[in-house]
Structure formats: structure tokens, C-alpha cells
């Protein structure tokens, strides 16, 4: 026979009384005296003593507030124990088929995401999606729960994996378009380059950053302008350079001849002499 017992208090002490009115209408009877009063210079020791006398009061009250909160926690320590006690035997028998249930439940996970992951892979497939773009793919942790149903899921991926697809195309059209655009402005500065022969001609790197994002004729008078702007600069300097007289004056150091004659010098010496005349490109003979 099954009996079906629930857990009930059959004697409760919690029930905790005080004399708290004597005490309250004894404490305002005691301290009438020390209302009002006003701290001078005069009477500073006076009231620090009625002061310390308050708080003799006050740290009494305090005392037997926490001795009576030891007291009434004992009980309910005792209580939580005794449960604790009567819930292990509950735990023993929970945890081995909870142990096991957790094992069928990660079983479980993993084949469903094996199942998502195939699934993900044919709608990679199936839009011709990149790898880089396929990682943008925002799993859902929802879709490991129990209640979480496989055909809900796939038009989930499948909806986010055509948006991915746009995605990509977007971008894939807008580098078609940049490359295009990328040999036209090459066009354009080579032959304004041929056209101005400039002296510090114009790189399509000095453009390009500029002009990327511009429509293609703005782009053009852009590049046309930085041309003209700076084929005028080089050609002010060079008529600047013309109008200059520059006047050259060549200084001719006089040269003048000397003989020394040097005796009784070994090869050694001869050797370190020459060289040094040499070395400072002084023309010597030897007699």
C-alpha cells in the first residue's frame, strides 16, 4: 500500500514574547531628563557624561536583541539540518538516474547536432556559399531544447542562409564594380601622364583613395584637375628658374712647385713616404 506522506510541523516554539511596552515606557521615563538639552562650553563634560549614560541604554537593548536572535536561529538551524539529513536520502536515489539521464540527454544533443550541422551544410551547398561567409551563420542555443522541433529549425537556417547568400552577392558585385572602376582611373592617369608629362609624374595610388567611392565622370575631373593644378605648379617653377640669373665664378687655386730632397731613408721608409704622397694626391719624382 502506498502512503503518501507530507512533511508537517507537529510542534512550533517559534512563538517569542517580551515585555517590550515596561521596557519602552521605563527607557521614555528615563531619558525625559536628557531631552532638550543644549552642549556649551561650559557644560561640554556634563553632557558628554548624560551622553554616556544614553548609551548604556542603548548597548543593553542591543545585547539582549542579539542574544535572543542566537537563540531563536538554534532552532531553525536544527530544522534545516534535520531536513538536510532526510533530503540525502532523496539525493541517493536521485543522482544515479540522474547521472545516466544526463548521459542519454548529451547523446541526444549531439545527434541533433550532427543532424543541424548536415543540414547546414546542404544549404551551403545548396546557395553556393563561401566558407568565410558560412561562419556568419548565427546558431540559435534554442535549438538544442527538447521542445525545439527539427523542421522549425531548418526554415530558421535556411532563412538566415539566404540572407547570408544576398549578402555575399551584395559584396561579391561591389568588388566586380570596384575592379572595373580600379582599371578605368588606371586608364585616366596614364594617359593624363602621357598628356602633361609631368617632371614628379602622378601615381594611381595618389588617386585612387580619393576617387574609389566618387561616380566615374566626377572621378575624371578630379584627376584632370590634380594634373592641371600640378603641371601649373611645375611650370611656374620652371620659369621661375629661368628668370633667375645665376652668376658662376670659378675659383682657380694657385698651385705652387716645392723640392725636398730626403736622405738616408730605408725601402721601408721610401715605401711609407709614397704612400702618403699618394694617399693625398701630391705629385712627387723620384731623382
Not at 71 to 81: A, D, H, S
Not at 182 to 207: H, R, S, W
Amino acid at each position: 500500500m502506498e502512503i503518501n506522506l507530507t512533511p508537517v510541523v507537529s510542534q512550533n516554539e517559534q512563538v517569542f514574547k517580551w515585555n517590550k511596552d515596561e521596557i519602552k515606557t521605563y527607557f521614555e521615563a528615563q531619558l525625559e531628563k536628557y531631552k532638550g538639552l543644549v552642549v556649551t562650553e561650559e557644560n561640554y563634560k556634563d553632557m558628554v557624561s548624560a551622553k554616556n549614560e544614553i548609551v548604556k541604554y542603548r548597548t543593553t537593548l542591543d545585547k539582549f536583541c542579539k542574544e535572543k536572535k542566537r537563540e531563536l536561529k538554534r532552532p531553525i538551524e536544527l530544522f534545516e539540518k534535520e531536513v538536510n539529513e532526510v533530503l540525502k536520502v532523496v539525493y541517493d536515489a536521485e543522482k544515479p538516474l540522474a547521472e545516466q539521464i544526463k548521459y542519454f540527454d548529451e547523446k541526444e544533443v549531439q545527434a541533433k547536432t550532427e543532424t543541424i550541422n548536415k543540414f547546414i551544410e546542404k544549404m551551403v551547398e545548396k546557395y553556393n556559399i563561401r566558407a568565410e561567409y558560412a561562419e556568419q551563420l548565427q546558431r540559435d542555443k534554442r535549438w538544442l531544447n527538447k521542445t525545439a522541433k527539427m523542421k522549425d529549425i531548418e526554415i530558421s537556417i535556411e532563412g538566415m542562409m539566404i540572407e547570408i547568400s544576398k549578402r555575399q552577392q551584395s559584396d561579391d558585385d561591389y568588388k566586380q564594380i570596384l575592379a572595373e572602376k580600379k582599371g578605368m582611373i588606371e586608364f585616366v592617369v596614364d594617359t593624363c601622364n602621357q598628356q602633361y608629362e609631368l617632371a614628379t609624374p602622378i601615381t594611381f595610388d595618389e588617386c585612387w583613395c580619393a576617387v574609389k567611392d566618387m561616380p566615374l565622370d566626377q572621378a575624371r575631373e578630379f584627376i584632370n584637375a590634380k594634373f592641371a593644378e600640378r603641371n601649373e605648379m611645375e611650370e611656374a617653377a620652371r620659369a621661375s628658374i629661368t628668370n633667375e640669373t645665376v652668376e658662376t665664378i670659378e675659383v682657380v687655386e694657385p698651385k705652387t712647385g716645392l723640392t725636398v730632397t730626403v736622405y738616408d731613408l730605408t725601402e721601408d721608409d721610401v715605401k711609407d713616404l709614397t704612400d702618403f704622397l699618394e694617399m693625398r694626391c701630391y705629385k712627387y719624382k723620384e731623382v
